[in-house]
């Protein structure tokens, strides 16, 4: 039923997605690694794939779903728009850089209150899980947090001689050369690789601070650290000199071997983050379900739109103009 639907899809855009695929696949692998068995049946239930491929098949259907007419509504769901000076001033503010109440913040609040709806349609609910599995990948990428140059997409450089940009770089061009492919199983062996960092290497001691404070009843607070986090890269990794010298730069091999690393940790971020909220997800379904069988009155749930997410409308920005008016896509690099 919906493979088709994702074939649709996939033929609307070829090249690059945000974090690529082998970014989003990664961190979907990561994610079915550390998730409990009883949130891999939910989500297999769901998403309809008893495979252990279940997230990963998911993990870039929203960059899809975002050339379809259906869904050209999400486009603005995959970012937001942090408005910074690096290498000085790096900082998130909801009110103004997630514009008209729709970005990647105010997405995964809504998708983690409909995922977990009784009312909507098995389609809905399973749109709501492939959108958190991709949003909280895209949401470590420093450039989905930020709006300088539409995230970096119009700064034009060169990736070992092949003409890109710095947006595509970090989404594509960097994960790529590290891995040296993107098919589903070189992301399986980054994952491999990843958890290992995550479970007894370099990220074993950061791994708590990744998920500290995480709270699935309050999405937006949580995702606005993340997005601070990400964010907080960009003044010192991913522009440490400032924009200028980025501008038709080579990117390969000096600025790689600089931010390669950071790359590799916010993947796994991304994915052990994954897990924990999907597990939290998971641990609260059941519970309500637990709740409605017994016939005890499981609180009403409203807002299923995410309307109460959307902040008082104001005039639109400079920047905001120019997103309009290019429909939020960005020729063939998607941010
Ligand atoms: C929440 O998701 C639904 C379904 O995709 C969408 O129609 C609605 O506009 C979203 N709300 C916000 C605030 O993003
Ligand atoms: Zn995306």
Redesign the pocket.
């Known amino acids: 039923m919906f493979s088709s639907l994702a074939l649709l899809g996939l033929t609307a855009i070829q090249g690059a997605n945000a974090w690529g695929s082998l970014g989003h696949e990664t961190v979907a692998y990561i994610a079915s690694h550390y998730v409990e068995t009883a949130t891999k049946n939910w989500a297999q239930d769901i998403l309809d794939d008893t495979s252990k491929d279940y997230l990963a098949n998911v993990a870039t259907w929203a960059d899809s779903y975002r050339y379809t007419s259906a869904g050209k509504?999400?486009a603005p769901?995959h970012f937001i728009d942090a408005q910074d000076d690096p290498p000085n001033s790096c900082n998130v503010d909801y009110d103004r850089d997630c514009t008209g109440?729709?970005c990647v913040v105010?997405?995964i609040a809504?998708?983690t209150t409909?995922v977990q709806s009784n009312s909507l349609s098995d389609t809905?609910v399973n749109?709501?899980l492939r959108?958190i599995v991709h949003f909280l990948g895209d949401i470590t990428q420093p450039l989905h947090d930020e709006s300088y140059d539409l995230g970096g997409n119009d700064i034009d450089v060169t990736f070992n001689g092949d003409d890109t940009n710095l947006h595509a770089s970090w989404d594509t061009s960097i994960p790529e050369q590290l891995i040296g492919g993107y098919s589903l199983s070189d992301a399986q062996d980054w994952a491999n690789d990843l958890i290992k960092e995550i479970d007894s290497g370099s990220y074993e001691s950061q791994k708590a601070s990744w998920v500290s404070g995480l709270d699935i009843n309050d999405a937006k607070d949580s995702a606005m650290a993340w997005a601070t986090d990400a964010n907080a890269f960009v003044c010192s990794v991913v522009a440490p000199n400032g924009w200028d010298g980025l501008e038709n730069a080579e990117l390969y091999p000096d600025y790689y071997n600089g931010v390669v690393d950071t790359v590799s940790l916010q993947i796994a971020k991304g994915g052990y983050r994954l897990a924990k909220w999907l597990d939290a997800i998971a641990a609260q379904a059941a519970s309500k379900k637990v709740k409605r069988e017994a016939g005890d009155v499981v609180e009403v749930e409203e807002d299923l739109?995410?309307?109460s997410?959307?902040p008082a409308r104001r005039p639109l920005t400079a920047i905001e103009r120019r997103r309009a008016a290019i429909g939020f896509g960005c020729g063939d690099h998607t941010h």
């Open positions: 509504f999400s769901y109440g729709k105010a997405a809504n998708y409909r809905q749109y709501a959108f739109n995410g309307d997410l959307i």
